[in-house]
């Protein structure tokens, strides 16, 4: 199964991503972690992408279709995967539309997280992550239920930051659930819900999007 969570920054398609993936056994790929590791191994690419990061503006395509290209190569995708930030533009959706097609995958399976737009603010506001292991943390805990680490703000979750990021989403990621809109396998899920009941909606899209892969 192949799956691509969708949603503007705050939408908590990270967290659902990673539910959904750890319970079906599949790999997570998430871009930006993939991105936020490079740049604390101090890989020289990473580090001229962090200046963008931390601008809210996008990393440029190329290097983004190669993160995600050579990612997909590894044997362990070959059960599928959940995809978490990619693709951001319609460049990066069409390199992945040919690499599924070089690889003889399975349809995508693309959902969108939507959440109105102060709701993704407040959320980003009070968003916390640990600075060992990157985890999403609850913002009323003191540390990281997942390891003990201490909870940070994101560089890039800073208000003014925040607003450049959707700006971006709205320009650039927007076109791309136009691009997938029209496909079978396309589901939109209410994000605006307890964690729990996006859970369960997002079970039963992608149960019944599975279902109409021709
Ligand atoms: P995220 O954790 O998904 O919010 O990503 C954090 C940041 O990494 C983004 O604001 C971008 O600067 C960069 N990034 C992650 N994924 C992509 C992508 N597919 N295309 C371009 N930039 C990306």
């Known amino acids: 199964m192949n799956v691509i969570m969708m ?6 398609k990270g967290t659902q991503a990673g539910r959904f993936a750890s ?3 599949l790999p997570k790929i998430s871009t930006g972690d993939i991105l ?10 990473a580090l001229e992408a962090k200046a963008r990061m931390d601008r809210g503006e996008l ?14 190569a590894r044997p ?13 533009t319609v460049a990066q959706a069409r390199a992945l539309d040919e690499l ?11 959902v969108d997280v939507t959440v109105p737009e102060q709701e993704l603010v407040r959320r980003l506001a009070s968003r916390r992550i640990c600075s060992a292991c990157g985890t999403n943390a609850d913002p009323v805990s003191a ?31 927007r076109p791309v659930l136009e691009y997938y809109r029209e496909r ?3 589901r939109v899920v209410n994000g605006a819900q307890a964690p729990e009941r996006v859970a369960i909606e997002l079970d039963s899209v992608i149960a019944d999007a599975a279902a109409a892969r021709r």
């Open 23 to 25: 319970e079906r056994g």
């Open 36 to 45: 936020r590791e490079a740049v604390k191994e101090r890989n020289p690419t």
């Open 76 to 88: 362990d995708v070959r059960v599928g995967f959940v995809l978490d930030g990619f693709p951001r």
């Open 143 to 173: 540390a990281c239920g997942k390891c003990g680490g201490e909870l940070v703000q994101r560089t890039d979750d800073d208000q003014g930051v925040v607003r450049e990021r959707l700006k971006v989403y709205h320009q650039s990621t």
């Open 59 to 72: 990393v440029d395509d190329a290097t983004m279709i190669k993160i995600v290209t050579d990612r997909l």
């Open 7 to 12: 949603g503007p920054p705050g939408a908590g």
């Open 100 to 110: 599924m097609q070089r690889l003889g995958s399975d349809p995508l399976i693309v």
């Open 184 to 186: 079978p396998t396309f």
